[in-house]
DNA sequence: CGAAGGATTGACATTTGTCAACACCGGTGG
DNA sequence: CCACCGGTGTTGACAAATGTCAATCCTTCG
């Protein structure tokens, strides 16, 4: 791994380990989101081998942040992320919200450095992953090896679908996707696709999304009036699902 | 590989080779942009080995097309071009431009499917690297693996910029961002960090930049009038570099 | 040389941001 | 238990940025 040119912005040095020893991946209910389906009993010993702790990060803590020598990747365990890039002079971006069965750093491997802000949306626990030692196990095993590219590559897709919703949509289009998505993904992780509860502000949606948080706040008053969602301050209940794709 | 469960959107059938036998890795004057740097000659020819051919293409026609089986990624050679993202009924976003030296085509990694056009802006030439050989030369080669995670990492943080653009910048800033960007892509591979040739319309800039081409064009007019810039037409001249990134 | 696409500019419309007032909610301390 | 507080969310009036439409000019390419 080469050295990082770049010099660091934050404070490297961060006490890393409040770390406690990880239950086996071979055990884990989100071993499905996180691992390639196809490691025999065998391969999963030798990631189970690598995966050894687990990190709980309060509400409001960073995981990371941007300038933070790059050692692991992250997968959420529990709770809920979000990832900010910042510029100079304080604009700040979040480029993703990261829930439970979802990998978060892969950011970093590029120029061994961070390079956003993990925030914990929520009391979080995540599994690390030393990144050195995966990419040693990607050499041997081949459907590891392609999982890591496949979650990669999955990562450029979704954001290119971020910039389009961006570079193309209108707010309450935006909005519309927005709550369409985190419904997809709660469902694929069997919570409910129709309810559920936002772990973020109306400002980190906007920032998100790339509008303020005034109207974020017009478009959930605009589908309610619809009758498209029900909101209640964070709940959010989706009525009409084709309703929502046809904005 | 796994085979792709999407029904392709396009006909996936394109005769892909007019394609010819490339010049050696190892002579090729671009080696420094899209190999790591420390390879061995021995490395690099197990490189050559695998990058047998190149492709030309001509301006205006598609390099690949989203919906395309995923075979191989691409390393631009000679020309440029744009990646652009589809969406129903003709929403369209240009996702990124690609200059000699770039790569191309890593958002096919996940899904063994293309997920964007990458259409020529000037008659070109790529040269072919099938991915398959590539992930087996990667399995060998510690330098070569780490390199094309590199890429990967890189994509995502450039995407991730381009976000922050798209979500927190003025119409003006983003032009600004824009032209900066390309100069300084230009001056990395020995070309006018000042003076350039744009590849692309009004409309694609716009198109890339979340904006219409009719603000485009009163950016670049609002620039001159500031003598920040003088364009003429496509061939632009950048006159004051800080000015420019200050906005 | 002429047609067609690309670029520029102006007038006007629309969307979104800004600012301000106020409501709500959960937690804390009297 | 209640009052109060800060952070969060909602809504309205207005301002600013950007989009839309149309006219015109310029460039390029067959």
Redesign the pocket.
Known sequence: MRAARVVPIHPVSRAEPPARRAPRCSACAMRALCMPAELSADELTRLDAIICATRSVKRGDALYRAGDAFHSIYAVRAGSFKTVVMHREGREHVTGFQIAGEALGLDGVGTCQHNCDAIALEDSVVCIIPFAQLEAVCRELKPMQHHIYQMMSSEIVRESSQMMLLGT????QRVATFLLNLSRRFKARGFSAAEFH?RM???EI?CYL?????????M??KFQRERLVA?N??TIRILDHEGLARV
Chains 1, 2 share one sequence.
């Open positions: 949509m209108t707010a309450e936002l502000t109306r400002e906007g790339g509008m303020k948080l005034e109207t974020v706040s017009r959930f008053s909101a301050g964070k």
